[in-house]
């Protein structure tokens, strides 16, 4: 089957079906799924969606996850961003929005799921003694023309709250 064949049996851009092939693009599972289905491959392709899952975010990003999913404590300091484990979506999509080179679209959703995936670090059950310091002028700041500095300041306030109640 030809690219331009298997791109419109999956309903997918030819151009995306060459940067999956090429290794630019990470598939989404709904992708994994319908290309096993289009190809017959009984479920070999869309048992890749684990490994894809795993290789979605950068390697430093997995790197320092796997390190927050060991840890017993956490003591983070930030002087110019509200930290990523107490920032909102909002803020993140702005701070990734505001970099220079600017980032393509899906590097910015990339980055902001990778972001708020690391939050699981809050739901476990052993979960760590964490630490923040903020100066006070990460939480006052406006990115991007909103109040994401707000609402990550209401974030960060509801964090402490949770924490404390455990």
């Not at 993140?92 to 708020?116: C, D, I, K, W």
């Amino acid at each position: 089957m030809r690219v331009g064949e298997f791109a419109v049996a999956v309903r997918y851009g030819e151009d995306l079906v060459y940067k999956v092939e090429g290794g630019k693009r990470i598939p989404r599972s709904d992708y994994l799924d319908t290309a096993d289905e289009v190809l017959g491959a009984g479920g070999l392709v869309a048992a890749m969606k684990e490994d894809v899952k795993k290789v979605r975010y950068p390697k430093k990003v997995r790197d320092l996850a796997q390190m927050e999913a060991r840890a017993v404590e956490l003591q983070l300091y930030d002087p110019v961003n509200t930290h990523g484990l107490l920032q909102t979506s909002e803020y993140a999509q702005a701070l990734f929005r505001m970099r220079r080179p600017r980032y393509a679209e899906e590097e910015v959703e990339r980055g902001v799921a990778a972001r708020m995936a690391r939050k699981a670090v809050f739901a476990r059950n052993s979960a760590p003694e964490l630490s923040f310091i903020q100066d006070e002028w990460t939480l006052r700041r406006r990115l991007g023309g909103g109040d994401e500095g707000g609402a990550s300041a209401a974030r960060t306030s509801a964090c402490g709250r949770t924490v404390a109640e455990r």
